[in-house]
């Protein structure tokens, strides 16, 4: 402790000779871990993020006010270049919506719409629900489909492969005729909380777009047990859900410029988007702050790399990545001198290390600069999948880096009212900008880049 705080004043006191230190990259890592451990501000930013702005749908009012907020801090941070970069986002609004078990006896559900499903008739739409457990058992009953309500009470197995019935649910309902589509929350967690997130619809016109929504696991689960038992199940669901014409919205960048090749260009993001329920605190305000506060970090240290360091947050990473991909666009000219892009969306869980999408060389030198970070438990590299907003980097040959935390309670939280601020544990969130500010160090002033 006596260290760390000496090295902090030390810091504080003489933070421009800091700047043109001659120490090796590890030990400077080490410090930066130090300084950063020392910190606490990284959980006040989150929680002033989630009390200004709130929930921050793509197109939403909240969610500007969000970039302002972002502009605001990343300015006082001292950061260099901060800006809006404009991106047109899609406008889907939720409206009052509700449903209703009306037999076998009346009684609300927790639901909740998902995203970008359109609305009912006003009124709602009352029908008989067909109880599935998978889109087989759809298949096999689909003479039952027509008119129905179908409920997808498919269990846990895993994101990857559970979300498919969020996301191509209503399509396989309507193609037997179904009214709606209704699916068991996407989540291990058996609790009351419904969570929501994109869904999707047949791009022809052969297919009726129904409306989708999530119930709560445990609703599901009773509505399936009622079916089994040969009771009548009948809801009544009412969505104002509406697509609005797109608006203007903004990227939000900021930059710690390089003192030897500000050309070249490292980038650590987050998406600033959430969905309306919750807070998005883990989802992904989280990323944003450890993306904003490493490299603040850095600055209040004094530090200034070989390399520019550039924090982007993304808009609409949740309904269709128009800010990756506008950013990939816009910056189409300057890619070639991307020599790493880092996302952070895996929430503010223990941190565990980075995946990477590039080639072998890419990994086995990541798995070389993260090496000091063994003492955070932070130091695996494996190639995996770097990010979605980043994604649209990876024609240009950019190494991409997904940054992991320990987040086997994530879905618990992800795309649900309970994401939300008390979720997000101050240490772990403080040690998570730990080792993306250190990682962040190594890239930006190695001698040789990453790719």
């Known amino acids: 402790m006596i260290r760390t705080l000496a090295l902090v004043l030390t810091l504080a006191l003489a933070a421009p000779l800091f700047a043109a230190s001659s120490e090796p990259v590890p030990v400077v890592m080490d410090q930066v871990i130090d300084a950063a451990l020392a910190d606490s501000s990284a959980y006040a930013l989150l929680e002033e993020l989630c009390d200004v702005a709130g929930p921050r749908l793509s197109g939403s009012a909240n969610y500007e006010l969000a970039v302002e907020w972002a502009l605001e801090r990343m300015t006082d941070a001292g950061l260099a270049n901060v800006r809006r970069e404009p991106v047109t986002v899609p406008h889907w609004v939720r409206g009052d919506e509700s449903a209703w078990l009306l037999e076998p006896h009346p009684s609300r559900l927790t639901m909740i719409g998902l995203g970008g499903s359109v609305g009912t008739p006003p009124g709602g739409i009352e029908a008989d629900v067909l109880v599935v457990s998978d889109f087989d058992e759809l298949e096999a009953r689909a003479d039952e489909a027509a008119g129905r309500f179908v409920l997808f009470d498919a269990p846990w197995d895993g994101y990857g492969r559970t979300v498919r019935y969020r996301t191509q649910g209503a399509i396989a309902a309507a193609r037997h005729g179904a009214v709606g589509s209704l699916i068991r929350s996407v989540t291990p ?18 297919i009726p777009r129904i409306p989708a929504a999530a119930l709560a696991v445990e609703d599901a689960a009773r509505l399936h047990r009622q079916f089994d038992r040969g009771l009548p199940v009948r ?3 009412e969505m104002e859900a509406k697509w609005h014409d797109d608006v203007l919205s903004s990227n939000v960048v900021g930059e710690l410029p390089g003192r030897e090749s500000p050309e070249e260009i490292v980038v650590v993001s987050g998406h600033f988007d959430s969905w309306d329920a919750g807070c998005g605190a883990h989802d992904d305000g989280a990323g944003c702050v450890i993306a904003m506060e490493a490299t603040a970090l850095l600055h209040r240290m004094g530090l200034q790399p070989r390399r520019t360091i550039r924090v982007v947050l993304f808009a609409d990473e949740e309904m269709t990545q128009t800010g990756g991909k506008a950013y ?45 970070l063994e003492s955070m438990g932070a130091s695996s590299v494996s190639a995996g999948w770097g990010g979605v907003d980043i994604s649209f980097l990876a024609k240009a040959g ?5 940054h992991r935390t320990d987040n086997e309670g994530y879905f618990d939280y992800h795309h649900g009212p309970s994401d939300t601020i ?28 990453l790719r």
Not at 189 to 206: F, N
Not at 398 to 402: A, E, F, R, Y
Not at 427 to 444: C, F, I
Request: net charge negative.
């Open 235 to 237: 809801v009544r669901l």
């Open 422 to 449: 008390d979720k997000v544990d101050p240490a772990d969130l403080q040690r998570n900008v730990a080792v993306v500010a250190a990682l962040l160090w190594a890239l930006a002033e190695s001698e040789s880049p």
């Open 189 to 206: 967690a058996r609790d009351c909380t419904p969570h929501t997130g994109v869904m999707s619809y047949d791009e022809g016109d052969t």
């Open 398 to 402: 950019v190494p991409l880096i997904g």
């Open 328 to 372: 990939a666009a816009d910056h189409a000219d300057e890619l070639a001198n991307h020599v790493a892009a880092i996302e952070s969306d895996s929430g503010a869980f223990p941190p565990r290390g980075f995946t990477v999408s590039g080639d072998s060389l890419s990994i086995a030198k990541l798995a070389e600069l993260a090496a000091p």
